[in-house]
């Protein structure tokens, strides 16, 4: 049961355009959601946030929206630059007894092109 | 501020075996979760460890088991290697009250021949 979907494997954005990442995910209880990047032979390096009670947060050149109704986010990066691509990977937490579990889409490969 | 770190970077074992992968928790974190990313899918939680103790797993059977150290480094143990534990272990930190974004560490990939 995928709970965070990520339905696009990969996107190529030509530099200095938008990139937009979208992020589904299924459980109502999830109150924390979050973007990662990954480069090759690197661990994910934490991006942007967003907490359930905001619809939007903006750190620089990263957007985060959150939909609640439709269950949906999305990262806005704009403008794009060629060192943006990576793996982006959107991630959503929640309280499963006690504790704080992460739950992880499969990822979009970004690309993007000078 | 010295980073979360993971040891070794490579391993390869057969069927069977058994294996234990280190992790060195981000200065400060008390909190230390491990996930299994297979190729192609994103990262899956394993555990979770909070001061020493496991306070929360996901869906892996009892042959993954793991520990974790007064100074919050950690160990991940495999017993009974299969096939298809072969993918990229990664070790993340975090502070258990606060921020909720996660430090990982590079990984370390695990072949199982």
């Known amino acids: 049961d995928q709970q965070v979907k990520q339905n696009s494997p990969s996107l190529s954005v030509q530099e200095g355009r938008i990139s937009i990442l979208n992020c589904d995910y299924t459980?109502?209880?999830?109150?924390?959601f979050l973007w990662y990047k990954k480069y090759p032979a690197e661990g994910p390096t934490f991006l942007i946030s967003?907490?359930?009670?905001?619809d939007k947060n903006e750190d620089g050149r990263f957007t985060v929206f959150l939909n609640k109704s439709a269950k949906h986010l999305s990262l806005h990066i704009v403008p794009s630059q060629p060192g943006d691509s990576a793996v982006y990977f959107c991630?959503?937490?929640?309280?499963?007894?006690?504790?704080?579990?992460?739950?992880f889409g499969t990822g979009t490969k970004l690309q993007v092109i000078p | 501020e010295t980073g979360v770190t993971q040891s070794p970077t490579h391993l390869i074992k057969t069927r069977g075996q058994q294996v234990t992968l280190r992790c060195s928790s981000q200065?400060?974190?008390?909190?230390v979760s491990w996930y299994q990313q297979a190729l192609g899918q994103g990262p899956q939680f394993i555990f979770q460890?909070?001061?020493?103790?496991?306070?929360g797993r996901g869906n892996f059977p009892p042959r993954f088991s793991g520990l974790q150290f007064p100074n919050y480094s950690s160990e991940l143990n495999v017993n009974a290697l299969e096939l298809d534990d072969s993918a990229l272990y990664l070790c993340?930190?975090?502070?258990?009250?606060?921020?909720?974004?996660?430090?990982f560490g590079p990984g370390t990939r695990l072949t199982v021949t």
């Open positions: 993340a930190s975090s502070l258990a009250s606060g921020r909720k974004e996660q430090y």
């Open positions: 459980n109502s209880m999830f109150d924390y």
């Open positions: 967003i907490s359930s009670i905001k």
């Open positions: 991630a959503a937490s929640g309280d499963s007894g006690g504790y704080q579990k992460v739950t």
């Open positions: 200065s400060g974190h008390n909190t």
């Open positions: 460890y909070y001061r020493e103790e496991e306070n």
